[in-house]
């Protein structure tokens, strides 16, 4: 197989399973698959990917379009979760200006 395709489909694999991670609510998984990605990535910038021919050039668009749908999967999947997680951090901070304000016992 040809190895420019090979990178696109290990790289796709991750993000098909960061998308499963997220749409399950498995946030350190997804963190951890996040990290691979992102070392996968740095790793195909360093080499020369350019495709030699038309169908090999193909396949990577089309596996590039893939993960570009799984990150749009994921960031639908953990945008909600971020903001919950802003307004319980936003909630905690309310709480311990009111306990600063009037003493531990209010």
Avoid: F
Wanted: net charge negative.
């Amino acid at each position: 197989m040809n190895p420019v395709i090979e990178q696109y489909q290990h790289l796709s694999g991750i993000t098909g399973k960061m998308r499963e991670a997220a749409t399950h609510g498995e946030w350190d998984k997804l963190i951890e698959l996040e990290q691979q990605c992102s070392q996968h990535v740095s790793l195909m910038k360093k080499q020369n990917l350019a495709a030699p021919d038309e169908n090999t050039r193909l396949q990577k668009v089309a596996l590039i379009n893939r993960i570009l749908a799984d990150d749009a999967m994921i960031r639908d999947q953990t945008q909600p979760w971020m903001a919950q997680l802003q307004q319980n951090m936003q909630s905690n901070r309310n709480e311990q200006r009111v306990q600063h304000a009037y003493g531990s016992d209010y």
